[in-house]
């Protein structure tokens, strides 16, 4: 069956990065695109950008241009998300998820909290 | 960029009642919408792709319809389990969210 398992929560400090994964299990994994997806506190959802895993093809939010950056490694079926320049507003969960007709399946989310 | 509105923003109803959720947006994305369910503490779920096809193992209760700029889903008979928060999501012209709609029971 198909499964998204994704890293543990993290606590970082303002103005520091952070690298979270994404691993793929029970289908194909260069041959979907992979999105990513955040969720400050209370909020709604906000689209960050896709890998194509087959390619390293990418597109971005133009929102997160130089906040987030995609990359995928074929060998251990996992996608990651850097992102850089870390503020409080960064803090949020964000969600790896896997686009065939629409976003059907889903990472469990990881926590990010930005704070000194 | 494309804005999806949805409305209400929170809505009430009774087990039984019949439920309908809107999204508008900004500009034609065609038939290019899919419906999110997110219940409290867990990833989304998709319900419907393509305005109007149901997702695998989704209950026949939920539906979806519309095309240019208005879309509706609808939940025929209101479950218990049904209470959540539903999102319209566009992939016509990039990707966006719609705001939400928070259902809940009455």
């Known amino acids: 069956q198909v499964q998204l398992q994704q890293s543990g929560a993290e606590l970082v400090k303002p103005g520091s990065s952070v690298k979270i994964s994404c691993k793929a299990s029970g289908y194909t994994f260069t041959s979907y695109d992979m999105h990513w997806i955040k969720q400050q506190p209370g909020n709604g959802l906000e689209w960050i950008g896709w890998?194509?895993?087959?390619?390293?093809?990418?597109k971005y939010n133009q929102k997160f241009n130089g906040k987030a950056t995609l990359t995928a490694d074929k060998s251990s079926s996992t996608a990651y998300m850097q992102l850089s320049s870390l503020t409080s507003e960064d803090s949020a969960v964000y969600f790896c998820a896997r686009w065939r007709t629409g976003l059907d399946y889903w990472g469990q989310g990881v926590m990010v909290t930005v704070s000194s | 960029d494309i804005q999806m509105t949805q409305s209400p923003s929170l809505l009430s109803a009774s087990v039984g009642d019949r439920v309908t959720l809107s999204c508008k947006a900004s500009q034609n994305i065609y038939k290019y919408l899919n419906w999110y369910q997110q219940k409290l503490g867990e990833a989304p779920k998709l319900l419907i792709y393509y305005t109007n096809s149901l997702q695998t193992g989704i209950p026949s209760r939920f539906s979806g319809s519309g095309s240019g700029t208005d879309f509706t889903l609808t939940i025929s008979s209101l479950q218990p389990e049904d209470v959540a928060t539903y999102y319209c999501y566009q992939y016509n012209s990039g990707w966006t969210f719609g705001g939400g709609t928070k259902l809940e029971l009455k």
């Open positions: 890998i194509y895993p087959g390619n390293g093809n990418t």
